[in-house]
């Protein structure tokens, strides 16, 4: 079947993001190893669509896209096999802050990092109390890793965080903050941290911000993080059927599905419709009927699902685990990007967030309905 330009799109994205590219010294920023979020990967911009794409597992070494520097210059991506025709391709620069250090020393690029072209995240606890026991850790999880090597902190404050983020906007024009956390051993689940660095942030510069955590114990703290400054809540449900969950994030799954939507619903009523979110990682056991199901049921809360395939990061128990096919991808895209054409949800509308940002996946280029084949 002939695919339209914005399939054509879709397409290519979810191939890069599934396969990986193989990246020499191309300048730019380079992105990052380990650690939370897009780990292993670093940001291109194709067709003006910044995406994040794996550069350093092991899988993208041997993917059949590469990224050419030219003598002028100028960044192309191109088919390994020399079939195709090679395509410009844009790298983010790396932003200014990270020359900038705070006054006891500590760099700015430890504490937080650009993700995409213009979001500043960061892990403000980069401990989690599963990850030391494989058998209760989520086996995809690198967050730690960074931490080993000496690149990162293992608790930002809120006033450093509230430091990077005024120079981020100020001197690389950071649009959002996306804060993470591992777990700690606290029933607010990292709530009460959020809130704290939110209203250290908002003391400073007026920028949009993302808080994700795992659902607190007491719906209280919903509330307690908006009042701060948090815009936004990410709770990330990951894979959706319960053999799927036990196996790939063992201890996680002690709090059930029904847990989370519990939670999802007292998050919507505070924070509001189309700005609270989770991650589904598509590729891990969950069929692509599962995922689009429970994508319907999120949709119906005011929840938006945020699909991303999984990409295996080196150093984890699923270093080897194959990404999804692309046409696996395709097919989960273009039946949830149909559900959420058909809602009231889409990704832009969000104020702060992964799901705004769309960096990691390519569905909010299957969101208008009509990036799937025709």
Not at 322 to 345: H, I, K, Q, R, W
């Amino acid at each position: 079947m002939a695919e339209r330009p914005s399939a054509a799109l879709g397409r290519l994205v979810t191939e890069l993001q599934v396969n990986g590219v193989a990246v020499p010294a191309v300048g730019g920023n380079p992105g990052r190893r380990g650690g939370a979020g897009p780990s292993d990967h670093r940001a291109i911009s194709v067709d003006g669509v910044t995406v994040m794409v794996p550069v350093y597992n092991t899988a993208s070494q041997g993917s059949p896209y590469a990224l050419e520097r030219h003598d002028d210059g100028e960044v192309w991506l191109s088919h390994r096999d020399g079939s195709g025709s090679p395509q410009l391709v844009d790298t983010p620069p790396e932003p200014h802050f990270y020359g900038l250090s705070t006054a006891d020393g500590t760099s700015y690029r430890s504490i937080a990092l650009l993700h995409g072209r213009d979001v500043l995240a960061t892990t403000l606890l980069q401990t989690c109390i599963r990850f030391r026991d494989r058998a209760q850790s989520c086996q995809f999880c690198a967050i730690e890793q960074s931490l080993d090597d000496g690149r990162t902190l293992a608790r930002k404050t809120p006033q450093q965080v509230a430091e990077v983020a005024e120079a981020a906007v100020r001197l690389d024009g950071v649009k959002q903050l996306v804060m993470t956390t591992g777990t700690p051993n606290s029933d607010d689940r990292g709530a009460r941290l959020m809130a704290e660095t939110a209203r250290a942030v908002k003391a400073r510069v007026p920028l949009p911000i993302q808080a994700q955590c795992e659902p607190p114990d007491d719906p209280v703290w919903f509330q307690r993080m908006k009042d701060a400054g948090v815009d936004s809540l990410g709770m990330h449900l990951e894979v959706v059927e319960p053999d799927v969950r036990q196996r790939i994030l063992p201890g996680k799954a002690e709090l059930s599905l029904e847990r989370y939507f519990a939670a999802f619903e007292q998050a919507v009523a505070v924070f509001g419709r189309g700005e609270v979110s989770t991650y589904l990682l598509a590729g891990l056991g969950d069929s692509a009927e599962s995922i689009v199901s429970c994508s319907e049921r999120l949709i119906a809360l005011g929840v938006y699902p945020f699909v991303v395939p999984f990409v295996p990061i080196a150093g984890t128990p699923l270093e080897h685990h194959p990404a999804p096919s692309t046409d696996f991808m395709v097919e989960v895209y273009a039946a949830v990007g149909g559900l959420l054409a058909a809602s009231d949800l889409i990704s832009t509308a969000m104020t702060a967030g992964c799901a705004k940002c769309g960096a990691c996946s390519a569905l909010s280029l299957f969101e208008s309905g009509t990036a799937g084949p025709s």
